[in-house]
């Protein structure tokens, strides 16, 4: 996770403590612990709470239909498993899905959560979020709503496979909105997307939105059926991202832009800023440095709890199983040195191979995104192939 506003645009940002090892500016902690090193933070572990969806996206990583799946962790089972990682010290629990309202005890293990001292944030389409909706989030406490828009209009109804998806998504929006709940957009960054970046610039003016975050596509689930963007393609997303965030910011508003899943977008942002000769360098590099990038992301700061309990390095593996919550704790699976992909991902100095391992930002990117490297090439060491940085670039003369 890239965070453009605190790096390009030198603004605070109420989570760098848990990024990038400092506070910054007027952002403060925001409630995180300053971590002694990116490897020794605990995970922000996402949990897909259900597999049940009422839209059906073209991207979807868990393949979600709108039915009923067995195998889905009780409300006990799911209690226990907060206390685990409430005792554990995660940093946040999200709850995401398929779509996490769908699921009938949410509100309860929501209150769960929080009542557990656990941050709690949801990743959800919106849809299904009216007033009342809006009201229980509020009350409960809830950190953060992070809702999937994936173009404007029928653009987005296009994507979600439903019509009117947009405009019940937005109404989700207002509607949290006027309780006071943080919400913000998600978007996957994709051929159907990219040209629609502006657009999503003009609707987080126009409603006040104060986070963004774009994901750039890891082709799983029904994602694999996606054809990827060319590395051109994707250096053109990132560039307009990262100019609309300097317009927006300039203008006076206060909003968080991230970009998620391509490590690589930090050493592209510090290339940038060192080519404008911008004081800001320096110190994107010293917190890309410390952040470590994919060295430290995927099982070492971000984890994935599938709806049966299966534990994953983060949402989008699901093919790579570390156990079951059903048959010991999350807090012991990750902490257990014996599971070879585990020790394989907080050593990947020694793992990495071809073009990443050999690339001057190694450092500061992690040789990128494990997950992408292992759906697109079935090995989980190779080179992230969605690396868009030219060989000369990234090699040293």
Not at 46 to 54: D, K, P
Not at 101 to 118: E, N, Q, T
Not at 259 to 288: H, I, M
Not at 317 to 328: I, K, S, Y
Request: proline share 5%.
């Amino acid at each position: 996770m890239i965070d453009v506003t605190c790096l390009y645009c030198g603004v605070g940002s109420a989570a760098a403590a848990h990024r990038y090892g400092r506070k910054e500016g007027t952002g403060g902690a925001g409630g995180f612990d300053v971590p002694g090193s990116a490897a020794a933070r605990k995970p922000v572990v996402v949990w897909n709470c259900t597999r049940s969806c009422n839209l059906r996206c073209v991207h979807c990583y868990s393949d979600s239909e709108n039915r009923r799946y067995s195998g889905e962790l009780a409300t006990a089972e799911a209690e226990a498993m907060i206390a685990d990682l409430a005792a554990f010290g995660v940093p946040v629990l999200l709850f995401s899905g398929g779509e996490p309202l769908m699921r009938p005890d949410i509100f309860h293990l929501v209150g769960k959560a929080v009542s557990s001292g656990l941050r709690a944030t949801i990743s959800t389409n919106g849809t299904l979020i009216g007033p009342d909706e809006a009201a229980r989030l509020a009350e409960l406490g809830v950190s953060y709503v992070g809702v999937s828009l994936d173009g404007i209009g029928a653009t987005n109804d296009a994507f979600r496979g439903m019509d009117g998806a947009f405009d019940r998504a937005l109404r989700g929006i207002r509607n949290l909105a006027s309780r006071g709940v943080k919400a913000g957009l998600r978007l996957t960054i994709t051929r159907r997307t990219a040209s629609g970046i502006s657009d999503i610039f003009d609707l987080i003016r126009r409603e006040e939105i104060r986070r963004v975050c774009f994901y750039h596509l890891v082709p799983s689930g029904r994602g694999r059926g996606i054809e990827a963007m060319t590395p051109a393609e994707s250096r053109a997303a990132v560039e307009a991202i990262l100019q609309k965030t300097r317009d927006i910011v300039a203008a006076g508003r206060e909003v968080e832009v991230l970009t998620v899943d391509s490590p690589c977008d930090g050493p592209f942002l510090l290339t940038k800023l060192r080519a404008e000769n911008s004081p800001l360098a320096g110190r994107a590099e010293e917190a890309l440095r410390w952040n470590g990038g994919g060295l430290n992301g995927p099982g070492t700061g971000i984890a994935c709890i599938s709806f049966d309990g299966s534990i994953h390095p983060d949402q989008f593996w699901h093919d790579a199983v570390l156990g079951n919550v059903r048959e010991r704790p999350f807090s012991a699976i990750w902490s257990d040195p014996g599971i070879e992909l585990l020790a394989g991902l907080r050593n990947l100095r020694n793992r990495i191979r071809g073009r990443c391992r050999s690339c001057r930002f190694f450092d500061l990117c992690g040789g990128g995104f494990r997950a992408r490297a292992a759906m697109v090439t079935g090995d989980p060491w190779a080179s992230d192939p969605g690396c868009y940085l030219a060989d000369e670039e990234i090699l040293d003369p």
